[in-house]
């Protein structure tokens, strides 16, 4: 079945850049049903949307982030990436990947990856 | 944006039934029945439960139900079972501006 797998730097300084990928198994990237989104969680908080992107490399982000966030596509090797720039201790957060799907517009996240914690320090 | 609102916790006996409510907006709950809800137990990635207001997935009890009246969506789960006590969070398509809302979430104690 669909799986999704987050990777990349568990650790990251202040005002420098956060990137994680996302790989996508038992299914393809480029359906043409379903948008790749990214989901933060904060330490004991709720859940916060950061953005989403379609295969062919259209995106949405969440307004309170689009200034400092870039969602990527690489079709190639299945997998979609996330760079969130400028981080501050505010970013520390557990990061998901999920698929976007619905109706359209997509309005669902399933199934999730198992997350990632991202720590924002010196 | 602001989040949808829910109860910051519930609880119930085992074989209750209980309801979560999810307060929006007619710009977000009220404008759409795209409504989602997510299961998320402590150290693990939130679940789908409900989607599109009232649709279960395929794998998820029918314990589990949704509905929406005006901005408020609810999320009702019947039979209470000791394996439901987890976090219980709300999603809504919010318009082509800002496509998704979440609630704060729910905290649900089966005692």
């Known amino acids: 079945q669909l799986q999704l797998q987050e990777s990349g730097p568990g650790l990251v300084k202040p005002s420098e850049t956060l990137s994680l990928t996302c790989t996508v198994s038992?299914?393809?990237?480029?359906?043409?049903?379903?948008?790749w989104g990214w989901i933060r969680q904060p330490p004991g908080k709720g859940l916060e949307w950061i953005g989403s992107?379609?295969?062919?490399?259209?995106?949405y982000y969440n307004p309170s982030l689009k200034s400092r966030v870039t969602i990527s596509v690489d079709t190639s090797k299945n997998q979609f990436s996330l760079k969130l720039s400028s981080v501050t201790a505010a970013d520390t957060a557990v990061y998901y990947c999920?698929?976007?799907?619905?109706?359209?517009?997509?309005?669902?996240?399933?199934?999730w990856g198992q997350g990632t914690l991202v720590t924002v320090s010196s | 944006q602001s989040a949808l609102t829910q109860p910051a916790s519930v609880s119930g006996s085992p074989g209750q039934s209980i309801t979560i409510s999810c307060t929006g907006t007619?710009?977000?709950?009220?404008?759409?029945?795209?409504v989602s809800w997510y299961q998320q137990h402590p150290g693990k990635a939130p679940k789908l439960m409900i989607y599109?207001?009232?649709k279960r997935p395929s794998g998820v009890s029918n314990r589990f139900s949704g509905s929406k009246s005006g901005n408020t969506a609810s999320l009702t789960i019947s039979g209470l079972q000791a394996e439901d006590e987890a976090d219980y969070y709300c999603?809504?398509?919010?318009?082509?501006?800002?496509?998704?809302?979440f609630g704060g979430g729910t905290k649900l104690t089966v005692l």
């Open positions: 992107i379609y295969y062919s490399g259209s995106t």
């Open positions: 038992g299914g393809s990237i480029s359906s043409s049903s379903y948008y």
């Open positions: 999920a698929r976007h799907g619905g109706f359209p517009p997509p309005n669902w996240f399933d199934p």
């Open positions: 599109e207001g009232s």
């Open positions: 999603c809504s398509y919010a318009g082509s501006s800002t496509p998704v809302v």
């Open positions: 007619s710009s977000d709950v009220g404008s759409y029945n795209l």
